[in-house]
């Protein structure tokens, strides 16, 4: 979970489709052209996602797609990725190299590439049957968000080089052609680029989201090798990615610190030019992890395909449920999430033509997929449960163990939230504001009778809400959903948001509902306070998730210090690097006060550092990777001492002590 600022974009130009070449071949003549780029640097977000850590590790993702493309069509073994000194990331591969020749439009097709929106060699099937970059915008949406970018191509004996600063070419062609830097007898391209710092909010790639995709690219390719070392530190690491299980290997690894019921279960089939790869197995916890993946692209919203493998799996276990006797013949069939309860299951499909919705590939769009993963899993998972009767025991009684959960669970929420309904503000506590309009309200989760006392002074009533609360709220990481459900704070939020909460058992939260665009956990800065807001943010990302995924949390930034001087104007100071910073710019003498708390502001203070949208600062929360922040949530607030001990000394020297 990250901050991020909010960056406004504009202008999209659309442009025209072209017939491509001869089947088989990866020439110029493959290179197809939709043309328009210049919208690019105007709306980043409409092609990576966002202009955060998130949108700028996806630019390596974007480079790292099209070589495993070429591994894909059979041309590429290795791939390498670098992480410099200087803050650069250079990925090469040992492929085909791209066209060089003379393209139609007149200049070299990787010029052309590079610099025209939709070029590429994926629009038909004459250079790759399968593929992830299917938009043909990756390279030269890098190329645009680039300060610089160097492209290197190893091809027909020779070394080309061509060279670009923010999207515009720096070195002239000779007649349309690249000039060559040297000669070789391999093949492959090296590009190496510098995210530009005036696009994104930081331009410091995160190396271990880097390193897990990779990863996950190595595990759904078995055969593909991918090197990985970052620079930028006292010492180099070198990391190799090589996965010849595939994704059992991968499932394997999502599982080594659960106690599964059963080995890995894995089947493949085709169906209408689509292949179909699934790997799945169960442990002993109350909880689901699907993941979807179609041409090697991670589908973090799923889509078609994880449909069709659930519907039909739900089904078929609900059969067998049956003839086993387990469902008697006046039973309900178990739930798709009574039945999945516990699987951590992997999805890949190749797919000639996805369809996805966004550059970024979040869901799969193809009614088709769905027929077909439907289709292989249907087959294959009837034929494995028909030779392994255990195996197929072991589900069903999770399935039975989560429906009877569910079932005592569903009387708790009715219970808790149903019967116990109160009015808005009846609790005590709530001080709300007067304005209805969600989009323009704001609700401030303040920790302490104190600072909840200056907050609800200081505040602008018309718009701001205060909701205090006492202490540390509970650990929802630990403790049952009736637990979770009976806490008094944990209720309190609930009801003042207003949307309800979503659990592995059903879905009753509704984000329209909720009754504030922006919810601020306002806490102290100290260990404390991280505490605190680290409880609450668990408590959304579990049970309120779309809070986070729709923009709406938002952690306050207090000032740790005032400075006041003899002469001048007095100053808030947010952290010790911005006090150092005051110490070498201000001459003369001054008063240094210390906030240890929200309580010792006054109200005037309070509003001026932490409640005035015009003055204060604000680190709106996000989720970069969701795996990632699943296991990392999972290790660091769950029951398990010592991975969070391993994972918390590996990252000692990373901390910033408060003394």
């Known amino acids: 979970m990250i901050s991020r600022k909010n960056n406004p974009e504009s202008g999209f130009k659309k442009g025209k489709k072209k017939v491509m070449s001869d089947k088989n071949t990866y020439d110029a003549s493959s290179i197809t052209v939709l043309e328009g780029l210049e919208a690019v640097r105007k709306r980043p977000g409409m092609y990576i996602g966002s202009v955060s850590t998130k949108g700028l590790n996806h630019l390596i993702y974007e480079i790292v797609d099209n070589s495993v493309d070429e591994h894909l069509a059979g041309f590429c ?64 949406v890098v190329n645009a968000l680039s300060t610089f970018l160097t492209v290197r191509v190893k091809k ?60 996950e690219t190595a595990y759904l390719n078995p055969e593909l090798t991918i090197e990985f070392e970052d620079r930028r530190g006292e010492e180099v690491e070198h990391t190799t990615f090589h996965e010849p299980e595939g994704i059992r290997g991968f499932i394997k690894d999502m599982n080594k610190s659960k106690d599964a019921i059963h080995d890995v279960i894995y089947f493949s089939g085709e169906s209408e030019g689509v292949a179909v790869e699934v790997a799945f197995q169960y442990v002993n916890e109350f909880h ?99 030779r392994n009767l255990e195996a197929l025991k072991n589900i069903i009684g999770c399935a039975e163990k989560a429906a009877k959960i569910r079932k005592t669970e569903e009387k708790a929420k009715t219970n808790l939230l149903t019967k116990q ?62 637990k979770v459900l009976a806490n008094a704070e944990i209720k309190t939020m609930i009801n003042a948001f207003g949307c309800g909460f979503s659990e592995g058992y059903g879905n009753d939260f509704d984000i329209t509902k909720l009754r504030y665009n922006k919810i601020i956990i306002m806490a102290d800065a100290d260990v404390d306070g991280a505490h605190i807001s680290t409880l609450l943010l668990t408590l959304f990302y579990r049970f309120m998730p779309e809070l986070i995924s729709e923009g709406h949390v938002y952690i ?84 398990d001492v010592p991975p969070r001990k391993a994972f918390i000394y590996e990252r000692a020297n990373e901390a910033i002590l408060d003394v």
């Open 77 to 140: 073994s290795h791939i390498y990725v670098t992480l410099e000194k200087d803050g650069s990331a250079t990925v090469s591969d040992n492929g085909r190299g791209i066209p060089v020749e003379m393209h139609e439009k007149g200049m070299s097709a990787e010029r052309l590439v590079f610099t025209t929106l939709h070029a590429g060699g994926k629009f038909d099937d004459s250079a790759y049957k399968t593929s992830g970059g299917l938009h043909g915008v990756g390279s030269s």
């Open 421 to 482: 309904k109160y009015s808005f503000d009846s609790n005590g506590k709530l001080a709300n504001c007067e304005s209805k309009d969600a989009s323009k309200c704001e609700i401030f989760i303040v920790e302490g009778d104190s600072a909840g006392g200056s907050a609800k002074t200081a505040r602008n009533r018309a718009y701001q809400a205060i909701l205090p609360i006492r202490g540390k709220i509970l650990n929802v990481e630990k403790a049952s959903i009736d």
């Open 156 to 215: 027909g004996g020779y070394i080309y080089e061509d060279k670009y600063e923010r999207g515009v070419p720096v070195i002239p062609l000779q007649d349309g052609l690249l000039p060559v830097v040297g000669k070789t007898k391999e093949t492959g391209t090296e590009i190496n680029f510098l995210p530009d710092d005036t696009i994104f909010d930081r331009t410091r790639f995160k190396g271990s989201e880097v390193m897990s995709r990779l990863h």
């Open 288 to 386: 689901e992890n699907v993941l979807g993946f179609c041409n090697n692209i991670y589908n973090a919203e799923g889509g078609t395909h994880l449909t069709g493998f659930k519907t039909m799996f739900t089904t078929v276990i609900n059969n067998y449920a049956r003839q086993l006797n387990v469902l008697k013949e006046k039973d309900p069939n178990f739930t798709g999430a009574d039945v999945r309860n516990g699987m951590t299951a992997v999805v890949s499909i190749k797919h000639p033509d996805p369809r996805f919705e966004g550059q970024t590939k979040t869901k799969l769009d193809n009614q088709d997929a769905a027929k077909v993963v439907s289709k292989v899993t249907g087959d294959e998972i009837v034929r494995y449960f028909d």
């Open 556 to 639: 306050a930034m207090p000032p740790l210090y005032k400075a006041m001087p003899s002469k001048g104007k007095e100053e808030y100071l947010y952290d010790d690097k911005a006090l150092e910073k005051y110490r070498k710019r201000h001459k003369g003498p001054f008063t240094l006060q210390r906030y240890k708390g929200l309580g010792e502001m006054d109200a005037q203070q309070l509003w001026e550092t932490t409640l005035d949208p015009e003055t204060r600062i604000l680190k709106q929360v996000e989720i970069e990777d969701s795996r990632l922040a699943s296991q990392i949530t999972e290790m660091l607030m769950g029951t």
